[in-house]
């Protein structure tokens, strides 16, 4: 990781006990997904509490319309990364798909090899929030979770699901993986929410 020194107005960008960096660390936990052909190995399922289940293909994912977001991220480990600039699929693009229930109050994003992370709905509809495929103008590299993962910068980036494959409309909330190995719920990094009991 490279650390900088923050200046004063970028300091008030940083939340507690954050260290600002101009890399981007790598860390998940588990193997990292290889892909031969998105064509027949990938789809991304909208299931749950919805009117009618969507299924879609890599090439019916990416054909939907792109948008662009600039953004901070906080990692629960205690580094942020500044100006990020993602591309992708707006969240408002995706639930133009669907119908949501009344009654769903919650989201389960689901991803490669059982990973998920759970996030309230009004926040998973948050303006800014996509799916990205290319960040600071590159493609995503498999390590940063190509070829798509969500990014919803206002919770810690372990919410920021990589290799994602799918989303679960719910009426509860539900602990995701990270959630169920002692991670706090919610995950706000200016209120230091890393851990359950914070």
């Not at 998940?28 to 299924?55: C, K, M, N, Q």
């Not at 919770?155 to 993986?177: N, P």
Request: with cysteine; glycine share 8%; proline share 7%.
């Amino acid at each position: 990781m490279f650390f900088n020194q923050a200046t004063n107005a970028q300091r008030d960008r940083i939340p507690p006990n954050q260290k600002q960096t101009t890399g981007f660390p790598v860390l998940h936990y588990g193997d990292v997904p290889a892909y031969t052909d998105l064509s027949t190995e990938w789809s991304f399922r909208i299931f749950g509490l919805i009117e009618e289940e969507v299924t879609l293909s890599y090439e019916q994912m990416m054909a939907l319309p792109k948008g662009n977001a600039t953004n901070d991220i906080h990692c629960v480990t205690g580094w942020s990364k500044l100006d990020n600039e993602w591309e992708g699929i707006p969240v408002e693009e995706v639930l133009k798909l669907v119908k949501v229930k009344p009654e769903a109050k919650y989201v389960m994003l689901h991803a490669e090899h059982g990973w998920t992370a759970n996030v309230p709905l009004k926040d998973f509809m948050t303006p800014g929030n996509l799916f990205a495929n290319k960040h600071n103008g590159q493609e995503l590299t498999p390590d940063h979770g190509w070829p798509l993962r969500f990014v919803i910068p206002h919770l810690y980036f372990w919410k920021s699901a990589k290799w994602v494959r799918g989303i679960e409309f719910l009426e509860k909330d539900k602990q995701g993986f990270w959630e169920k190995n002692g991670y706090n719920m919610y995950g706000d990094p200016w209120k230091e929410q890393r851990f359950a009991w914070d």
